[in-house]
C-alpha cells in the first residue's frame, strides 16, 4: 500500500492485512533482492487488516512519517507514527502522531517537498458521486511527536474533472527548482464495465506542477 525512495538509495515498503514495514537493499535491481523487516510501530499490528498502513514519508535521514487509512484513535482521528532509526530495530523508536481526517476523507500516500514539508494525498468515494482526492500539506515545524497533522487544503479534485481511484503520491524537482507533484489512481483490476453505482475504473498518472 505504500512505497518511499530512502536517504540511502533503497526502496521502503508497507504492508496491510499482514502490516509490517520492509525494505528493499540500494542496488541495479532492488526488487531482484529479498527485502529485510524494518522497525515495527508498537500498534501497527492492531490496525483493521483492510485499513491499516497507507502513507510513508522520508523526513530526512534518519525519520520517516507513517499514516494508515482509517485505524482511529479515541478523537477519531487516523493513526499515524513518526519512526526514528528505522534501519535499526533495536534503536528505533516511534512517537505517536495522528491525522486529522475530514469529510468522509482517507489518507491514501504522502511524499515530502524538497523543503521538508509533507503532501498528503486523501481520497473519498461516494457510490452515486464517485471518487474525489484532496491534497494537504502540512509544514515541516508541525511534524513532531504527538502532534496532530492537520496542515491547509492545496487542492480537491471531484467530477467532472478528470478523477479516479487516487492511492499513490510522488514529488520530483525540476531542472530550475520546479516542484512536480505526481498522483496515481489504482484501477483496483477494474474490468473496464462498471454500473450505476459502481463505474469502471481507471489507472491514471497525472502531474501538477506546484507553484507557490
Known amino acids: 500500500e505504500a512505497l518511499a525512495l530512502d536517504p540511502w538509495g533503497g526502496i521502503i515498503t508497507g504492508f496491510e492485512l499482514h502490516h509490517r514495514i520492509t525494505r528493499y537493499a540500494s542496488a541495479e535491481n532492488p526488487f ?3 527485502p529485510v523487516e524494518m522497525a515495527q510501530p508498537e500498534g501497527l499490528t492492531e490496525a483493521p487488516s483492510n485499513k491499516g498502513l497507507e502513507a510513508i514519508a522520508v523526513l530526512g535521514h534518519d525519520r520517516i512519517l507513517l499514516l494508515t487509512e482509517d485505524y482511529r484513535n479515541d478523537d477519531m482521528d487516523t493513526v499515524g507514527w513518526i ?3 528505522p534501519l535499526d530495530p533495536e534503536a528505533s523508536s516511534a512517537s505517536p502522531v495522528s491525522f486529522a481526517v475530514s469529510g468522509l476523507f482517507h489518507p ?3 511524499a515530502a ?3 521538508g514539508d509533507v503532501l498528503v494525498l486523501e481520497r473519498r468515494y461516494v457510490a452515486v458521486k464517485g471518487g474525489s482526492m484532496r491534497l494537504r500539506r502540512i509544514p515541516r515545524d508541525e511534524i513532531v511527536p504527538h502532534a496532530r ?3 491547509s487544503t492545496l487542492a480537491t479534485v471531484a467530477p467532472p474533472l ?3 481511484n487516487m492511492e499513490a503520491v510522488a514529488v520530483r524537482s525540476g ?3 520546479e516542484v512536480f507533484v505526481y498522483v496515481m489512481s489504482d484501477d483496483n483490476f477494474s ?3 462498471g454500473n450505476f453505482l459502481l463505474p469502471a475504473q481507471r489507472t491514471l498518472l497525472m502531474m501538477f506542477e506546484l507553484e507557490e
Open 83 to 85: 519512526l526514528d532509526d
Open 108 to 110: 491514501t500516500d504522502a
Open 32 to 34: 531482484g533482492s529479498v
Open 113 to 115: 517537498l524538497p523543503n
Open 175 to 177: 531542472p530550475n527548482r
Open 162 to 164: 478528470t478523477i479516479d
Open 149 to 151: 497533522l492537520s496542515g
Open 191 to 193: 474490468t473496464g464495465v
